[in-house]
Structure formats: C-alpha cells, structure tokens
C-alpha cells in the first residue's frame, strides 16, 4: 500500500513537471481544499482527527502571487474514552465552524510548483463535550454536557506544490482566538485549536 | 506585474504584522518587585532547580510574609508576579520553581508512576521531600525574612502533585494553602479519589486551606473528574478544612492558571 502511494505520488509529480514546462499557468477561477488534521498537542486527552473544507474563487492570478476568497468548514473529534490516564471516562468533544477565508499564494521559483501560503480566517466556532463518569469503586454514574459558541479567528499557513490542477499541501491552522482582545496569552486550546493538517487541493476551469 | 508587485508588497506587510501580533507589552519582572535568582541541586531528585522570588517593592520586612510557592515557575511566575503587584498584596512573596535544565514536571508531579506515560513519572514523593527539607529552607535561609504562611500552587499535573501533597500522610508538609488549577484528578486511573478516601476512614479533619478550579472548556474527560472528586470531598464535610471549588466560565486549560491563581489568594490567610 505504502509503495503504490509513492508510486502514485511520483507518477503525479513527474506528470506534472513534465507537462507544465511553460512559466504561463493557466488561470483557474475556483479550487477547493480538502485537509486532515490532528491535534497533537492535546494527545494526553485522548485521540484527535478532523478534516478542513475549503471552497475558494480567485481574485487575483499572476506570476508569481495568487489570490483567493472563499469559506471554510472545520470540524474536528476528540475521542475522550481513549484518555491516557483513566478508564472510567467514557466521553468526547467535538468542535467545528464556518469561517470566511483570504489566501494568498506565493510561488517563488520560475516554475511554479512550489508554493507558499498564508490564509487568514475568521467565522463562528462551536464546541460541544459529553460524558459520563463511572468509577469500580463508586457506583454513581456523573454526567457532563457543555456547549460554546464563540467568534474565531485565526491563521493558516501553508506549503506545498501544484500539479497542472491538483496541489498537495501541508497546513498548520492556528487559531489566535483572544489574542487581540487581551484574554490570553496561550494558544493551542480547545477555544484556539493548532491543527497541523496535509491534504491536496482542485482547480477548476 | 504592477499588481502583483503591490500584492508581493502586501503579502510582505501582512505576515509581518502575524509575525508581532502576540508580541504586546509586557512588564518586565524587575519592574514587578525585587528578584532573587538562584539555582538549587537536590540530593533527593538529583536535579538543579532554578529558583527565582519575586519580593514586592514595598514589601516592609519586618512583616512576616506569606509565600507562595509556585509550581512550573518558568512559565508562570511572570505573570503571578503582575498579579501580586496588580492587586497591592504587599507582603506576598512568589517563589517560581523552574528547572536548570530538561523540564521534568511529569516525573516530579506524579505519583505513583504510571508506566503508560511517555517519560519517566511517580516522583511526587521525592519531589515533595526534596521541597520540605531542601528547597523551602534554602529559599527561606537566601531571603532571611519572617515567614507568615506557606502555599502550593500548581496547574494541572502541577495541580494533582498540590492536591496529592495536601492529601498524603507519609510525610509531613509546611502548606496551609493549596491551589490546585485544573488538576489533572485523573492520574493513575483516579488515584487521589482512593487516597482521599483511605484519609477520610483514619481521620474526621483536613486542616488547611484548599481551593481547586476547573475550565468549562477543558473537556469532558477533565470536568468529569472535577466534579466527582470535588463532589466527594464536599460531602466529606472534613473538620478544618476550609474548601472552595470553581467552575471557570468560558476558561480553557491553557487559560485557567492566572485566573486561578489570582482567585485563590483570596484563601491566604
């Protein structure tokens, strides 16, 4: 399986390189993204995955610079019950949003496969945990329900290369949730998510 | 290319203005008191504390003082030291405990060892006598000033080894104040609850202060534990023992710990 990713992989690159030997791209109006991410900072309360949507129409295409406008959809699962310390949890958090999002995309090299990008966001996040508590040595079953909505705003860096209409990327999504009003000094949070994230991307004509 | 060159331009000025954006100004701890800084070999976890105390300004010292030992004193003592100095506490002296060199919280703030987690752990016995007989006697004989009262803070991992310390009975500790910020009650499979409850069968009181909090927005797994042990230890009803516990609106686990800390100097006697 491993072999035929690699394979695939450098099939796609080679094609790529290959066929775009001119430095004109063609100008594509819209792509969308699509990312997997993890938290994994906050590994110790169990295990984390989530995926980033992205659906973007191009504002500007030039040499070396593109940009994009669009919305983003985030959602992401955090499995409780798998907690590295205890046993009697049985619980999880799911957080996810939508968010209106600006890249720019900067190729620096004459061939423009390579890219570098920053993607601002902001959009309304919610965050919801459940649980239940349950010891051997007391029978009293304790529940926990939580739910929080809040304006979310953040950055997203990313680097990568396009091939003819697909790139792959990686991406690191960090919310500064707070930041600009005082509240907070540390990031990576359930309320400031730092997701690293790998995915690819399609343009369309 | 005209606009591309404005773009590049843009581009530029944008991930510059990221790039400062969380750097705002901060107080330097200079400013906030008078610094004493030292390091510390522990025979007892063959370890170099660093040591930094933060003396207020107008701390007058032939006032006993009230000091608070703080827990993971590289990453908070800036900001308890603005605290201290924000709230006028005069006679209040933080003690930051930091680490000379690799940061070992998880070895010294846990017990007993857990051998699922990464990294060596189950310390807190050694690390608690390494504080009672050489850390807060060092700390006090470098300073030479009266001593009023004593407290542990700690946050998470941090907060579990300060509510392990007040709960033990091997060995005999000089706290009358325990803050335990978003203590991670989950340790060891919950291992405090049974501690607690082998202490409440050999005695009726648990003399001194406690205040425990806990972020609405640090998950389930973490408020479930909250809310059993402090549950627990409230119907315990101990004589002597003046609890509080807070639930913290709209808090996270990373923003706990300074909210906390501010709130439970209210316990100080």
């Not at chain 1, 949730?177 to 369309?204: E, M, Q, T």
């Not at chain 2, 006032?63 to 990453?75: C, E, N, Q, S």
């Not at chain 2, 340790?187 to 003399?207: D, I, M, T, V």
Request: net charge neutral; aromatic share 14%; with cysteine.
């Amino acid at each position: 399986m491993k072999k035929f990713i690699v394979i695939a992989l450098t099939s796609l690159f080679s094609y790529g390189v290959s066929a775009q030997t001119d430095s004109t791209r063609k100008s594509h109006p819209f792509k969308l993204d699509f990312l997997l991410s993890s938290d994994f900072i906050n590994t110790s309360y169990g295990s984390h995955f989530g995926s980033i949507v992205k659906a973007k129409w191009a504002i500007h295409s030039g040499q070396h610079l593109e940009w994009f406008m669009g919305i983003a959809s985030r959602h992401s699962y955090l499995q409780e019950s798998s907690n590295r310390f205890t046993e009697y949890v049985d619980g999880f958090t799911l957080d996810g949003g939508a968010y209106f999002v600006s890249e720019l995309l900067l190729y620096p090299f004459r061939k423009k496969h390579f890219f570098i990008g920053v993607e601002p966001y902001a959009g309304v996040t919610h965050t919801f945990s459940k649980g239940t508590w349950k010891t051997d040595f007391d029978n009293h079953e304790r529940t926990f329900k939580h739910h929080y909505t809040y304006f979310d705003y953040g950055i997203s860096q990313s680097i990568g290369v396009r091939i003819r209409q697909f790139s792959i990327k990686c991406e690191a999504w960090l919310s500064l949730k707070g930041v600009l009003d005082g509240g907070r000094s540390r990031l990576a949070d359930f309320d400031s998510r730092f997701l690293p994230s790998i995915g690819f991307g399609y343009y369309f004509n | 290319m005209k606009t591309g060159g404005k773009l590049y331009r843009s581009f530029l000025v944008f991930a510059l203005g990221m790039a400062t954006l969380s750097s705002c100004k901060k107080e330097k701890l200079s400013e906030l008191g008078e610094i004493h800084a030292f390091d510390l070999y522990s025979q007892q976890t063959q370890t170099t504390y660093s040591i930094r105390a933060v003396i207020p300004n107008t701390y007058n010292p032939a006032t006993p003082a009230k000091m608070i030992y703080l827990l993971d004193g590289d990453d908070y003592l800036r900001e308890a030291a603005e605290v201290i100095h924000k709230t006028g506490k005069t006679d209040h002296i933080v003690v930051g405990i930091g680490y000379k060199g690799k940061n070992l919280r998880g070895r010294d703030f846990s017990y007993p060892a857990d051998p699922d987690f990464p990294g060596e752990s189950g310390g807190g016995k050694n690390f608690l006598i390494c504080l009672t007989e050489e850390l807060i006697p060092n700390v006090e004989t470098e300073l030479g000033i009266p001593v009023k009262s004593r407290t542990l803070y700690g946050h998470s991992l941090g907060g579990f080894f300060s509510t392990y310390v007040f709960l033990q009975q091997d060995i005999e500790h000089p706290f009358t104040t325990i803050i335990a910020a978003s203590p991670n009650l989950m340790w060891y499979n919950a291992y405090l609850f049974q501690s607690e409850e082998a202490y409440s069968k050999q005695s009726g009181a648990l003399p001194g202060n406690l205040y425990m909090t806990m972020g609405d927005l640090e998950g389930a797994s973490m408020n479930l534990a909250f809310g059993a042990f402090t549950e627990q230890l409230f119907l315990r009803d101990y004589d002597s023992l003046h609890f509080q516990y807070e639930k913290l609106e709209n808090t996270s686990h990373r923003n706990s710990p300074i909210v906390s800390f501010e709130n439970g100097l209210s316990l100080i006697p």
